[in-house]
């Protein structure tokens, strides 16, 4: 699968932004995304980003992608604790034939942790 | 958004037994899902892709024969951990693939946390 380089982990204070970013050594995905996962729950997806998109703005969310440097961040705008989860940008697994077949590989995430 | 369903969310087994775990898209049609599994504090690691109506695709280093797949209608994909040994403990989240015109997403179960004593 693919690789992808984030930090492990992040601890804001409530009401400041927090930003996370995310390194890939390959990606020829249409979308790229960002998941949340809460503990014990499964993932939701926050948001995503078209591959000829610079930056996506949605509500407190901001993406913003440097496919020169392989580079995806998510900013949260006012982060509240109700923001703390881990957050995953899975990078698209890529068959022999090209294809993508929506596949995605996760690394470990950032777990984000927000002080009120 | 997309509504992705598993059954059941926690369940305990005896060793040797196996364990079938159901994920549902509820409000859309998918063709293709996806079976992760994650252990504590570790990333989650994709072991099939299932595929209505053909065999699953697995990854390398998962046991097609350990881990049944069946994707027998367009909504139901079921897990069956077969023989389950205590190392198969682990959280277990299947997602559903959503195709609509140009755009892809794939929607998450709650997952299934298996422990097998």
């Known amino acids: 699968g693919e690789d992808v380089e984030q930090s492990l982990f992040l601890s804001v204070r409530e009401g400041d932004s927090s930003v996370i970013n995310c390194t890939y050594t390959?990606?020829?995905?249409?979308?790229l995304y960002w998941y949340k996962q809460e503990p014990g729950a499964g993932l939701q997806l926050l948001t995503y980003i078209f591959s000829n998109m610079d930056m996506k703005q949605d509500q407190r969310l901001t993406v913003l992608l440097n496919k020169k440097d392989k580079h995806l961040s998510l900013r949260i705008a006012d982060t509240q604790t109700g923001d703390s989860a881990i957050y995953f940008c899975p990078p698209p697994g890529i068959t022999p034939g090209g294809s993508t077949l929506g596949r995605l590989y996760f690394g470990r995430g950032t777990q984000l942790t927000v002080w009120p | 958004g997309a509504v992705v369903s598993q059954h059941p969310s926690r369940v305990i087994c005896k060793s040797g037994t196996s364990v079938k775990i159901e994920c549902r898209s509820l409000?859309?049609?998918?063709?293709?899902m996806f079976w992760y599994r994650q252990f504590p504090k570790q990333s989650l690691m994709l072991m099939a892709t299932?595929?209505?109506?053909?065999?699953?695709?697995?990854e390398q280093g998962v046991e097609k024969d350990k881990f049944l797949i069946n994707h027998a209608s367009l909504t139901l994909s079921t897990l069956t951990v077969t023989s389950a040994h205590p190392e198969d403990s682990s959280f277990y989240i299947c997602?559903?693939?959503?195709?609509?015109?140009?755009?892809?997403?794939?929607?998450f179960g709650p997952g299934t946390r298996l422990l097998v004593l």
């Open positions: 409000d859309f049609q998918a063709t293709t």
């Open positions: 997602s559903a693939h959503l195709r609509q015109g140009a755009s892809e997403t794939q929607y």
């Open positions: 299932s595929n209505e109506g053909s065999k699953a695709t697995y």
């Open positions: 390959d990606s020829s995905s249409t979308y």
